[in-house]
């Protein structure tokens, strides 16, 4: 098990573009999350999933951003139309059933937007 | 708004010393956990507290909780280089982050 991993670490993408993130998650957890960071500040709740369902989202998630995680296991975040507030890292995160209060980070997505 | 809010939001010392950092947050709370997060990396869980503990340790680390004042600290012992960082409390399910407290341990 080698952890949360995330792709791709970084992306520069111009205003107006579509992108997508993977975060495929430690192989046994059911919870993953998708957080979003800008520069100082700690991590903003984004969504939740347990296996399939998404569970919550948050109203920082409008309706240019969707997620999906259509067997369970990775899952991916798309942002369409980005605009240069939507430069940030976005971070992805699981956890099992059992330990659900801890959660594992990935390493992060860097956006810039142009 | 974020839930938990560190103090102070920079801290500098000397390798060896202590290093204490405090999180207040707003509503009752399950638990209260704290992470680090190294320069633009993701986050790594470091302890997490329950709403009916006081104290936990985890080697170098200590965190106290105060629900009736709505807080909680973070010691680290014998700071080492590799502590620097920024650590961040967080609390409930779906993680409500504060805005962290840097730390930089000089050699």
């Known amino acids: 098990d080698t952890g949360v991993s995330q792709n791709p670490r970084h992306k520069i993408t111009k205003r107006g573009q579509n992108v997508t993130f993977r975060c495929d998650p430690i192989s046994e957890h059911n919870r993953l999350y998708w957080y979003r960071q800008t520069l100082g500040q700690g991590p903003e709740f984004l969504t939740y999933f347990q296996n399939e369902a998404q569970l919550e989202k948050s109203r920082l998630l409008s309706d240019r951003f969707s997620a999906e995680r259509p067997k369970g296991s990775f899952s991916t975040l798309e942002i369409q139309r980005t605009e240069q507030g939507d430069s940030a890292m976005y971070l992805c995160?699981?956890?099992?059933?059992?330990?659900?209060?801890?959660?594992?980070f990935g390493p992060g997505t860097r956006l810039l937007v142009l | 708004s974020q839930q938990g809010e560190e103090d102070p939001q920079a801290l500098s010392i000397q390798e060896g010393e202590n290093a204490t950092m405090n999180c207040s947050y707003k509503?009752?709370?399950?638990?209260l956990q704290w992470y680090r997060q190294n320069s633009g990396r993701g986050l790594v869980h470091l302890i997490l507290?329950?709403?009916?503990?006081r104290e936990k340790h985890s080697g170098r680390l200590r965190v106290t909780l105060d629900t009736s004042k709505k807080s909680s600290s973070l010691l680290i012992t014998a700071s080492r280089a590799a502590d620097t960082a920024s650590y961040f409390c967080?609390?409930?399910?779906?993680?409500?982050f504060g805005g962290g407290t840097r730390l930089m341990v000089k050699p």
């Open positions: 507290i329950r709403s009916n503990e």
């Open positions: 995160a699981s956890s099992s059933f059992q330990g659900r209060e801890t959660q594992y």
């Open positions: 509503t009752s709370i399950n638990n």
């Open positions: 967080a609390t409930q399910g779906m993680l409500t």
